[in-house]
């Protein structure tokens, strides 16, 4: 049982590119979301999803599309790579359902350098 | 004001020490509320759940004080390994049930 597998560990970009930062879970959850975690800011959320085909904006979703075609995969992409956007990012899955049953699973993060 | 805030210290205390940690919360209709422990560059992992009589997980104790809106994590006995940084989280009434987190408070115990 993987729980929350993220892809690539690190990455190193120039600004412009784009790339996409994959994640799937193994353990039927409804709910999918990213956050990323800058030092002295905690962990933000970009997107998330509640099920599949439904995804949504969190607090900081500009530069960055999600789509959910799957219960299992939830990518991640971005879209013109700029360097505020170095950052290490989580991909998280919960079950769904009752806020209080609602604990998230973490991937092992992705560390992102924008030059 | 932040949703969620927390003391980002770092708390340094002596091994065997009590240390608590606050966090307050600015949405009066938060449901639920968690504590999650972080260790240097790994993911968050969740600590415990908070439930509004307070639940103890051996040397951790967590409150709910719905009325001054906070949430408070108490280690008694602290050991080396609680070294780490503390995330609470918080999820909203009537919203997506995806939490939203503090800034964290980083723990240094220390010989």
């Known amino acids: 049982n993987a729980g929350v597998t993220q892809t690539p560990k690190f990455q190193v970009l120039k600004t412009g590119q784009s790339m996409t930062l994959q994640c799937a879970q193994d353990?039927?959850?409804?709910?999918m979301s990213w956050y990323r975690q800058d030092p002295g800011m905690g962990l933000r959320l970009i997107h998330y999803?509640?099920?599949?085909?439904?995804?949504d904006q969190g607090e900081v979703p500009n530069g960055y599309n999600v789509s959910r075609s799957t219960t299992e995969d939830f990518p991640l992409r971005l879209l013109s790579a700029a360097p505020s956007q170095t950052s290490v990012y989580f991909c998280?899955?919960?079950?769904?359902?009752?806020?209080?049953?609602?604990?998230?699973?973490f991937g092992a993060g992705s560390r992102l350098t924008v030059l | 004001r932040k949703e969620v805030e927390q003391d980002p210290g770092p708390f340094n205390v002596p091994e065997g020490a009590t240390v608590a940690f606050n966090c307050t919360y600015s949405?009066?209709?938060?449901?639920?509320f968690f504590w999650y422990r972080q260790d240097c560059r790994k993911e968050p992992k969740l600590l415990m759940s908070?439930?509004?009589s307070g639940n103890e997980d051996g040397r951790f104790t967590a409150q709910l004080n719905r009325a001054s809106q906070y949430i408070s994590l108490l280690i008694r006995d602290s050991k080396l390994s609680d070294s780490a940084t503390y995330l609470c989280?918080?999820?909203?009434?009537?919203?997506?049930?995806?939490?939203?987190f503090g800034r964290g408070t980083s723990l240094i115990v220390h010989p």
């Open positions: 998280a899955s919960s079950p769904g359902g009752r806020s209080g049953a609602n604990v998230l699973t």
């Open positions: 353990m039927n959850h409804e709910y």
């Open positions: 999803s509640v099920g599949a085909g439904i995804t």
């Open positions: 949405n009066s209709a938060s449901q639920s």
């Open positions: 908070v439930y509004s």
């Open positions: 989280a918080v999820i909203r009434g009537g919203g997506s049930y995806i939490p939203t």
